[in-house]
């Protein structure tokens, strides 16, 4: 079992920039040898994977968020970030930090942490 919690949403205008921080932790769970992701749930949509990173550094985005997005993690403190630059009003959403082994998120998620962009 894992225990995620993200922080650093807010409210941003268009072109402005956050940064998320997930702390993942567990009595069994070791972060270092997982990968993980931030997904995205905007209202009335699917939650979407957008930026994953694997356990050796390793980035992949979607489309809509490269050359804006970047995710980074901290082996240390048990933490990944996704920084975000250029904001978009289509980036509003609810963001969640989760594994992401094999292409596919843990059971387990977290609160989420609100990003609204105005424009």
């Known amino acids: 079992q894992v225990r995620l919690v993200e922080s650093g949403g807010g409210l941003v205008q268009a072109g402005g920039s956050l940064r998320l921080s997930c702390v993942a932790s567990?009595?069994?769970?070791?972060?270092?040898?997982?990968?993980m992701g931030w997904y995205r749930q905007a209202p009335g949509k699917q939650r979407e994977l957008v930026a994953d990173i694997s356990s050796g550094g390793s980035t992949n985005y979607v489309d809509s968020v490269k050359g804006r997005f970047a995710i980074s993690r901290d082996n240390a403190r048990n933490t990944v970030h996704l920084q975000m630059n250029s904001l978009k009003p289509e980036d509003t959403a609810v963001y969640y930090c989760n594994t992401n082994n094999l292409g596919r998120p843990s059971p387990y998620w977290g609160q989420g942490t609100q990003v609204t962009v105005s424009s």
């Open positions: 567990g009595s069994t769970f070791t972060f270092s040898i997982n990968a």
